[in-house]
């Protein structure tokens, strides 16, 4: 029906509707069908007429007339209040796992009620992943705090502060050349499956995808080395290896790793300063020919036994 058809439909039940105030929906119907096909305007079926009109005499109880449009499905909209808000308060803030759908039903609320209030007060935020801290890690960082606390100067700015001076160094995690495939975006919009093939529909993936592992640190005079870490794969290429071997870093090659590449790139750096030299708590920094060679290097160091792993959410380096 056109939009002339349905214009002429609301204004004729808002006359039957005055003229005849018992009647109903099918006595209303029963005078508009064949007005409708006098008027050769056509209609889907009687079932969607009859609806339509249901729905113009539920607006004309409500406001008289059948010329004002209800907005939405009609449902009045529910007022945010003080209370409300106090209700989303206590169900909801700082809480997980309370989505709006959950709680909306528990407020007397409709979903998108609750989330317009919920909007007003607090921001949805998605959970980090971190390293997992018991409590032996939570006493070492405490005790790792008190020492910066007592031997350092808090502010960095500070000219004399050996914050300026410490260099943080760090191994990445190894990662994938081929990254994961998110198949929820990748996407190919065509007309059949078979189409959609032939124009790149799969994707190659690697059983065993090959990795890598950087090293660097940063500094307040800046990145070491300055213009790229260094790929341990190209680092390690070398060694001599047996046959088949599987290349992997070890104490003595990391040790190589500092003498070589970190000490030198370093102190272009620290020219008129004394740098102190810290890596994490990773058994492999810790062997003695590592602690050896960084102090036959370094004149200053952070103290080995009062340093604490899991410290990446102060070395920002370590999470990488």
Same mark, same amino acid.
């Given at each position: 029906m056109d939009r002339a058809g349905k214009k002429l439909v609301?204004? @004729? *039940?808002?006359?039957? $509707?005055?003229?005849?105030?018992?009647?109903?929906?099918?006595? *209303? /119907?029963?005078?508009?069908?064949?007005?409708?096909?006098?008027?050769?305007?056509?209609?889907?079926?009687?079932?969607?007429?009859?609806?339509?009109?249901k729905?113009?005499?539920?607006?004309?109880?409500?406001?008289?007339?059948? !010329?004002?449009?209800?907005?939405?499905?009609?449902?009045?909209? !529910? $007022?945010?209040?003080?209370?409300?808000?106090?209700?989303?308060? %206590?169900?909801?803030?700082?809480?997980? %796992?309370?989505s709006p759908r959950k709680v909306a039903p528990k407020v007397d609320a409709s979903v998108l009620t609750a989330l317009r209030n919920l909007k007003k007060f607090a921001k949805p935020?998605? %959970?980090? @992943? @971190?390293?997992?801290? @018991?409590?032996?890690?939570?006493?070492?960082?405490?005790?790792?705090?008190?020492? /910066?606390? %007592?031997h350092w100067k808090l502010n960095p700015h500070d000219r004399s502060s050996k914050w300026q001076r410490l260099v943080n160094?760090?191994?990445?995690?190894?990662?994938?050349? !081929?990254?994961?495939l998110t198949s929820k975006?990748? *996407?190919?919009?065509?007309?059949?499956?078979?189409?959609?093939?032939?124009?790149?529909?799969?994707?190659?993936?690697e059983k065993f995808?090959?990795?890598?592992?950087?090293?660097g640190g940063i500094s307040w005079n800046g990145l070491i080395p300055p213009e790229a870490p260094v790929f341990i794969d190209k680092f390690l290429d070398g060694y001599q290896w047996p046959k088949r071997a599987k290349k992997t870093i070890n104490g003595a090659r990391y040790a190589d790793l500092i003498s070589t590449?970190?000490?030198p790139s370093l102190m272009k750096k620290y020219r008129n300063r004394v740098p102190i030299f810290q890596d994490d708590a990773a058994s492999i920094h810790r062997t003695p020919i590592v602690l050896q060679q960084i102090d036959a290097l370094f004149n200053e160091r952070i103290p080995v036994d009062v340093q604490s792993p899991k410290f990446d959410d102060i070395w920002a380096i370590e999470t990488v």
């Open positions: 609301r204004e @004729t *039940i808002g006359i039957l $509707k005055k003229l005849h105030p018992g009647w109903e929906a099918k006595r *209303i /119907l029963s005078d508009i069908k064949p007005m409708l096909e006098r008027e050769q305007i056509p209609y889907s079926s009687s079932n969607s007429l009859l609806q339509n009109i729905y113009q005499l539920k607006k004309f109880r409500e406001t008289e007339t059948t !010329t004002l449009r209800r907005s939405g499905s009609g449902r009045p909209p !529910t $007022k945010s209040s003080k209370q409300l808000s106090i209700k989303l308060k %206590r169900l909801v803030l700082n809480k997980r %796992r309370r935020h998605r %959970r980090k @992943t @971190t390293t997992k801290i @018991t409590n032996e890690h939570l006493m070492k960082r405490k005790k790792f705090a008190l020492w /910066l606390k %007592r160094t760090y191994f990445s995690k190894p990662f994938r050349l !081929t990254p994961e975006n990748d *996407i190919i919009w065509s007309t059949s499956r078979q189409d959609a093939d032939k124009h790149g529909g799969y994707h190659g993936r995808s090959p990795g890598i592992m950087l090293w590449i970190g000490y």
